[in-house]
C-alpha cells in the first residue's frame, strides 16, 4: 500500500505563504483522492482539501477557499498545498490522506480515511 509523508511546515507570520508537500511511497497515486485535513490544539481533525489524482478534480473547506490550492506532480508522486494568505486560525498540524482502495470517492470525515501521513506543523503568529 502507499505510505505518505508531509513536509513544507514552519512559523510564518499573518499573510506569508508556505508550500505543504505530501509524497507518496510504494504505489503510485493514480486513482487515489488525496485529502489534506488538519487538527489544531483541543480540536477535531477537519477537513481541508482534496484532489483526484486522474481527473485533477478538486475540493476545498469554505474556510480556505480562495486562499489555499491543492496540485499535484504526476511525475513525482507528490501533492502539494499551497497556503497563502495564512491566518493565526490556520494554525494546526497539516496532514495528507488517503483511503485504502483506488476509485473510492470518500466524503470529508477522517474517519473514510485509512493511510496517514504523521503531519507537519504550521504556526501562524498575529
Known amino acids: 500500500q502507499v505510505q505518505l509523508a508531509e513536509s513544507g511546515g514552519g512559523l510564518v507570520q499573518a499573510g506569508d505563504s508556505l508550500k505543504l508537500s505530501c509524497a507518496g511511497s510504494g504505489r503510485s497515486f493514480s486513482g487515489y483522492v488525496i485529502t489534506w485535513f488538519r487538527q489544531a490544539p483541543g480540536k477535531e481533525r477537519e477537513f481541508v482539501a482534496a484532489i483526484n489524482w486522474n481527473k485533477e478534480f478538486t475540493n476545498y473547506a469554505d474556510s480556505v477557499e480562495g486562499r489555499f490550492t491543492v496540485s499535484r506532480a504526476s511525475a513525482d508522486n507528490v501533492v502539494y498545498l499551497q497556503l497563502d494568505n495564512l491566518r493565526p486560525e490556520d494554525t494546526a498540524v497539516y496532514y495528507c490522506?488517503?483511503?485504502?482502495?483506488?476509485?473510492?470517492?470518500?466524503?470529508?470525515?477522517?474517519?473514510?480515511?485509512?493511510?496517514w501521513g504523521q503531519g507537519t506543523q504550521v504556526t501562524v503568529s498575529s
Open positions: 490522506a488517503v483511503p485504502n482502495r483506488r476509485n473510492y470517492f470518500p466524503g470529508r470525515g477522517p474517519d473514510e480515511f485509512d493511510i
